[in-house]
């Protein structure tokens, strides 16, 4: 039987994907703080009540081209860290899908606010490709409904006002229970209840390492802080911890 080798949790949020192209949204200078009428299209109250709040969130999805966004350095840096055998497990905050894209096995990646790369049906709960709901919008469709039912469909992601999927949560927690170390990347973990997760771990005895531009609140009980830019930080993390240092 093999030793039990320390299993490494990442928890990663929008500063992984920004030198992908793709906005913090949520961050202090993101669109939804700057534009409350942009926060309506991903707040699901509206969203289900309003077609033309719908009608305005497909297009948005159109023209911010997010599916096509290519993984970063930072990603790549997280695939050479699973391929070189240590026990690694990604919780991302993001819905951009490019942990996977970069090479990472999806079940070694967690996402806790869901995939913008799918749609699914509110009220029959059918689930279809957002590729394909978006080329329904260029061709014409508004407010592209459901295929099987006529309901409304909707991204795969927690939209504000929804809860995150508590079988998500219940597997993140006891992946911070198990972790030895966790680094939490590109988040000010402010976001409830993700921005527990690092205390799940602490309290556990594991290692605590953020990696964030920005103070976080756990900076504190950080082993260690890194403020570098993620793309040139977490490959150079990787190789530290590859190498057993
Ligand atoms: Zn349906």
Known sequence: MNAKRPLIAVLTGAGISTDSGIPDYRGPNGLWQRDPSAQELVTIGPYLADPEVRRRSWLMRAEAGALAAEPNAGHRALVE??????????LTQNVDGLHQRAGLPARKVLELHGTAHRVQCVRCRVRGEMAAALVRVAAGEPDPA????GGVLKPCTVMFGETLDPEVLRQAEAIAKACDLFIAVGTTLQVHPVAVLPQVALERGARLIVVNAEPTGYDPVAAELIREPISTALPALVRRLIAGQ
Do not use: N, W
């Open 81 to 90: 860290l699973e391929r070189s055998g240590l026990p690694v497990r990604v």
């Open 146 to 149: 459901c295929p099987a039912c």
